[in-house]
């Protein structure tokens, strides 16, 4: 399969909301939660980035292991979800966490921060911390904003990949569309897509797709395992 960023760039997609992107030196890890395959995305992993503290985005079971069996791994996270792998049993030096407005530096990614908070599900259901990441690698711009539709940071050249969440309590299929539309990027990934069928996944490639909605991005899905590489 051909892949319209930099042929040293790979993305994986590991299930529901977890991708890993690496450009063969740095491995970045991004929400590797229950529904998604979480040991296969850490494995070799340099960093971890975790939105939120909701399992689908941190498999406790799974991550704080692996922080204790690899003493060079390091996790970025949310507040809350800092504190649930520390209940979890992760080494507090392997664990930082993460707020809107920062910039890190992780091997050779830099990472803008943004978000604040998780979308609204109900009016009296309480709101997670949710932050949001720009991870810039190898020349490639990939955005994940976590359980949110908060637009990504202006990038120099525009944004290269947009992670679109596509099912959830919390969301609409006209919001992943404002979406779309409000973040112009090259690639469209779909993710958050645990609760679809595959009839689900068809119909929300024909809402999402650019010509429908007179776009220039290419809309790509990929099923578990599948990466986008030269």
Not at 139 to 168: E, I, K, N, R
Not at 191 to 218: F, Q
């Amino acid at each position: 399969m051909t892949t319209p960023w930099p042929e040293f760039v790979q993305l994986t997609f590991h299930g529901h909301a977890c991708v890993s992107l690496t450009d063969g030196e740095t491995r970045i890890v991004v929400d590797p939660g229950t529904f998604s395959d979480t040991e296969e995305a850490l494995v070799g992993a340099t960093a971890v980035l975790i939105t939120h503290d909701h399992a689908d985005h941190v498999d406790t079971g799974v991550v704080a292991p692996a922080l204790r069996e690899t003493p060079g791994l390091q996790v970025w996270a949310s507040g809350p979800a800092v504190q649930v792998l520390l209940a979890a049993g992760a080494p507090a030096e392997q664990v930082h966490e993460a707020a809107p407005g920062q910039v890190l530096e992780i091997g050779g990614a830099r990472v803008t921060t943004g978000g604040g908070q998780h979308a609204q599900i109900h009016p009296e259901v309480p709101r997670a911390v949710n932050v949001t990441y720009l991870v810039e690698l190898g020349g490639t711009s990939v955005y994940h904003p976590g359980d949110s539709f908060d637009t990504p940071p202006a990038t120099a050249g525009g944004l290269d990949v947009l992670l679109t969440p596509v099912a959830a309590p919390w969301l609409k299929t006209a919001e992943a569309i404002d979406f779309t539309r409000a973040v112009p990027a090259r690639v469209v990934i779909p993710v958050h897509d645990a609760p679809l069928s595959e009839i689900g996944h068809r119909l929300t490639a024909n809402w999402l797709d650019a010509r429908r909605l007179s776009g220039e991005y290419a809309y790509a899905r990929l099923v578990r395992g599948e990466s986008w590489s030269s």
